[in-house]
């Protein structure tokens, strides 16, 4: 870790456990259109991919997409699930465990914090608000601020250069196969977090240079 001062953070299942206030809002579009409806549990393996997937998911009703529905289907179904999830306001989700002060030591050891997320940008500003961690942040990078998204190489790419930092001085600290597998694509180190989503499968099958159970042992790192 000695090259390293920069750490690029994915945030859902990586600093907060958003699935319950995902879940409901899912589940609420699901029931206006007279859908099945799913457990928070199920939902959990169906998170990860941006908004969209998600929603495209609760549609087809399993993690494999039924290419059936028209994309004015999914736009109108999308548009559904992000007023119902604007409208909770992060009522139940949380920070997991560690998050806020580690990410206050890290920036007080003269790291620069990055959030690079799947997320749709305009959902980010009111999470990292509600926990008082936007101060923490240089640059947040949502699912549709760019044309590509994790698993793709570029958010990280371009953070590199909007930061004029070599992909050399950069880790990606995510609890998801896209998290690891964007920061191979960027040459970038990572660390593969156990506790959060990543479809069912260990995030060490995808080997990030670090695997660990605990978000405070980050500090650990040396």
């Avoid at 870790?1 to 953070?9: A, E, G, L, P, V």
């Avoid at 997320?117 to 990078?141: Q, V």
Wanted: hydrophobic share 40%; proline share 5%; net charge negative.
């Amino acid at each position: 870790m000695q090259k390293i001062d920069t750490f690029f953070f994915d945030l859902d299942g990586t600093l907060v456990d958003s699935v319950p206030d995902l879940a409901t809002a899912l589940n609420q579009m699901l029931r206006h259109y007279q859908l099945p409806t799913y457990d928070e549990q199920v939902i959990r393996l169906w998170v990860g991919n941006g908004a969209r997937v998600l929603v495209e998911r609760g549609l087809s009703g399993g993690a494999e997409i039924d290419r059936h529905h028209m994309q004015p289907e999914i736009d109108a179904a999308l548009e559904k699930f992000l007023f119902y999830y604007r409208t909770l306001k992060t009522k139940s989700t949380e920070l997991y465990d560690g998050v806020f002060d580690t990410l206050h030591a890290l920036k007080n050891r003269g790291y620069t914090l990055v959030l690079i997320t799947n997320k749709p940008s305009e959902f980010i500003e009111p999470i990292l608000s509600a926990f008082s961690l936007s101060a923490l942040f240089s640059l947040t990078i949502g699912g549709d601020s760019l044309p590509e998204k994790k698993p793709s190489a570029l958010p990280l790419l371009y953070t590199c250069e909007k930061l004029h930092i070599s992909p050399a001085q950069c880790v990606m600290v995510g609890d998801s196969k896209n998290d690891i597998l964007a920061a191979k694509a960027a040459n970038i180190k990572s660390i593969g977090l156990t506790y959060g989503y990543n479809y069912g499968e260990s995030i060490a099958t995808y080997q990030p240079n670090w695997v660990l159970d605990n978000f405070s042992d980050i500090l650990k790192l040396h």
